[in-house]
């Protein structure tokens, strides 16, 4: 089963700052462990929301609105793949995962379970869901 | 039986994170594999009557490796006092005793974290070793590299569990009576010993991959096994070209597990299977690491030569795509480098694909006389199928009840029978 370590963003990560030199060690640490385990399937940093958009859908309509957004803790600044045998291990892995703003500061990050698209019944929609992917 | 409390289940899973790492280290001190993971499991012991009562430690695996030392050296010094009463005791206990101060296992962890991998590489030439049957080897390192329970490996391979148990003790007996060194082998040895340890990991993804539908599920579960085994070989050895190149070959051919069956439980084939429902990050994952294998050799080794042709397959949006040509000139130089018939009778599939069931036909006629060949039953499926693409529908159909009439796999057959009715 597999799934993402989400690392939310933060003033820092939004701004554009690059993290300390000892905080992308610590991650590329945390990376290692992953690989070593043979658990980490793929991760990425990503760029601040100031570099991307959304669509809005209202009444039908929909509307480009460009970055950056306010709400700064519930946007995302990076993610870790992986893929284990049970929950536990995931919830495991991810207590080991470094603080991702420094020791003492706040910080989250978020777990989530991956759908597999055979968690899904067959139809036409899922068959086409798999032809996009 | 009441569900295991939320600790238990983090006990469980930081075991089985740690397993490895704790024998190997264990297992560098004491030298024996089967004492060091007795020792690792009196650590697992001390964990379950620690935890549930002063919570888990802020870093787990190192509470557990460092118990385990600790245990290990009170073994240590025992055996040297037992060894100081016939004062025999070697220069060896003496060093060993010399280190045996009380922050000894901190400090040997500070100092050694790097050595960690160089432990688990160890482990797995350990467990891997020539000595043990193919059987044991493959038994050993699921339990010592997997964290598996014998239960566990018993069930993926369909056995009795006395019977991996008894397995597993006499693996232990074995390397301990052949006095295998616990090390990473020397250059001389080390093609025999890597292809060794290849072959177990391949062999556990095959037999996850052979899993058929109803089987219980920790049959299909040794694919991700081996997978997590390879990638973790991969990472303990990232200059080594065929071990990138098993990796690519697992991870592609993991990527197609969802189609490889149809709705009704059936095997379906590759050419016909639904590629939309391949995986496309484990495509993405075994074509960087064939490129990453290729990169390394100058010649590229069987493993390498594999990935590459299922890589072809990969590439191919659909099968019609296939670079059949392509696949040709990577099964040659596979025959080269590893030459059988079953390499050749592959070889005369692609050939068929590339360029036309004729010519195919006569290079399948030219193996039918090998004897290593005469009970195999893809070479009359082979036959039956370019025979039937050339109209031959009468002795397709025999070639197609003779293949069904020689696979062990009852799914095989039944397609086999299928494919044989369809001519009649």
């Known amino acids: ?133 | 039986m009441t569900p295991p409390s939320a600790t238990h289940r983090a006990i469980d899973a930081v075991w089985r994170i740690e397993a490895a790492r704790i024998v190997a280290g264990v297992a560098r001190l004491v030298r024996d594999v089967g004492l060091a993971e007795e020792l690792a499991q009196d650590a697992l012991v001390a964990a379950l009557e620690h935890w549930p009562v002063d919570g888990l430690p802020d870093n787990p695996g190192a509470w557990l490796m460092a118990t385990a030392k600790h245990r290990a050296l009170d073994r240590l010094r025992q055996q040297a006092l037992h060894a100081r009463k016939h004062e025999e005791l070697g220069h060896e206990l003496d060093a060993r005793q010399a280190h045996v101060v009380p922050d000894f296992v901190d400090a040997l962890d500070a100092a050694r974290q790097d050595d960690i991998g160089d432990d688990l590489l160890r482990l797995i030439f350990t467990a891997c070793h020539p000595v043990l049957s193919t059987e044991a080897r493959v038994a050993l390192t699921l339990r010592l590299l997997g964290g598996l329970s014998t239960d566990e490996i018993a069930r993926a391979f369909l056995l009795p569990e006395p019977t991996i148990a008894q397995r597993i003790v006499r693996a232990k007996r074995t390397l301990g009576a052949a006095r295998v060194p616990f090390e990473v082998p020397g250059a001389d040895e080390r093609a025999p010993r890597l292809a060794s340890v290849l072959e177990v990991i391949y062999l556990v993804f095959n037999e996850g991959y052979a899993a058929t539908a109803g089987d219980d599920w920790m049959r299909p579960a040794l694919c991700d096994e081996a997978l997590r085994l390879g990638r973790t070989l991969a990472g303990l050895m990232p200059g080594d070209a065929e071990v990138l190149g098993l990796v690519a070959l697992l991870e592609i051919q993991a990527s197609r597990t969802a189609a490889r069956t149809g709705a009704d439980g059936r095997p379906v084939l590759l050419l016909e299977q639904d590629r939309s429902r391949w995986d496309p990050l484990l495509i993405r994952r075994g074509l960087a690491a064939l490129a990453r294998a290729e990169a390394l050799a100058d010649v590229p080794g069987p493993y390498t030569l594999q990935a590459a042709i299922a890589a072809c397959h990969a590439r191919a949006r659909v099968a019609d795509q296939t670079d059949w040509a392509q696949i040709v000139a990577l099964y040659d130089a596979l025959a080269r480098a590893v030459p059988s018939p079953v390499v050749e009778l592959n070889r005369a599939v692609a050939v068929g694909m590339a360029s036309g069931p004729a010519a195919a036909l006569d290079l399948v006629d030219t193996l039918a006389a090998d004897p290593a060949l005469a009970r195999y039953h893809w070479l009359p499926s082979v036959r039956g199928d370019l025979l039937a693409k050339l109209g031959r529908a009468e002795e397709a159909r025999a070639e197609f009840e003779r293949a069904a009439g020689l696979t062990r796999n009852l799914r095989e057959r039944e397609l086999l029978q299928r494919r044989a009715a369809a001519l009649a």
């Open chain 1, 1 to 133: 089963m597999r799934f993402m370590i989400i690392v939310k963003a933060s003033a820092a990560s939004e701004a554009g700052v690059m993290p300390e030199e000892s905080l992308i060690a610590e991650r590329a640490a945390y990376h290692e462990q992953l690989a070593r385990a043979g658990v980490l399937l793929d991760g990425s940093g990503l760029r601040p929301s100031a570099d991307g958009w959304r669509i809005r859908y209202t009444g039908g309509q929909r509307s480009v609105v460009d970055g950056p957004f306010a709400e700064t803790k519930e946007l995302i600044a990076g993610y870790t793949l992986i893929q284990v045998r049970s929950r536990d291990e995931a919830l495991e892995w991810a207590r080991r995962c470094p603080p991702p703003q420094g020791p003492t500061a706040d910080a989250e990050i978020e777990v989530r379970q991956l759908f597999e698209l055979e968690d899904f019944a067959p139809g036409a929609a899922i068959d086409r869901m798999r032809e996009m992917r």
